[in-house]
């Protein structure tokens, strides 16, 4: 079992962990350290158990304000998947029925043919007004 010296407060400690803990163990104690190094900026040299005591609430407050925040969004996580569920649970709208309207072939051939004579008509207007 490892053995390694971590510093807290400005004092050092020497403390066991299993074998491959090692970072997480000085990434722990980083973060006690980052709070006593708070509270003796604050308060100045502290006893030991005191320094230590006060960190740890720290570091649980903090702590508890996260979990705080976790269940919050894992709540509306949850509320999310409920919403997406329905959706897909939910049948496809039926699809809508549009109607075109057709023109009749016989009164398409109607207005071509009316087009015609006018564009005649047109024509003899032209000449007409050239003689």
């Known amino acids: 079992m490892p053995e390694i010296e971590i510093q807290i407060g400005g004092r050092g400690f020497d403390v066991s ?4 803990e ?4 000085h990434t722990a104690a980083a973060m006690l350290d980052n709070e006593a190094s708070v509270l003796t900026r604050q308060i100045g040299r502290l006893p030991e158990a005191r320094m230590l005591l006060m960190a740890g609430l720290m570091l649980a407050d903090k702590t508890a304000g996260i979990e705080d925040s976790v269940k919050q969004k894992d709540k509306k996580i949850q509320e999310l998947e409920a919403e997406v569920e329905k959706l897909r649970s939910t049948p496809a709208p039926e699809p809508e029925r549009v109607e075109v309207p057709v023109v009749p072939g016989d009164v398409t051939d109607t207005l071509a043919e009316l087009a015609a004579r006018a564009e005649a008509l047109a024509d003899r207007v032209e000449e007409t007004a050239k003689a």
Do not use: K, R, W
């Open 17 to 20: 962990c299993q074998e491959g």
């Open 22 to 25: 090692e970072q997480f163990l």
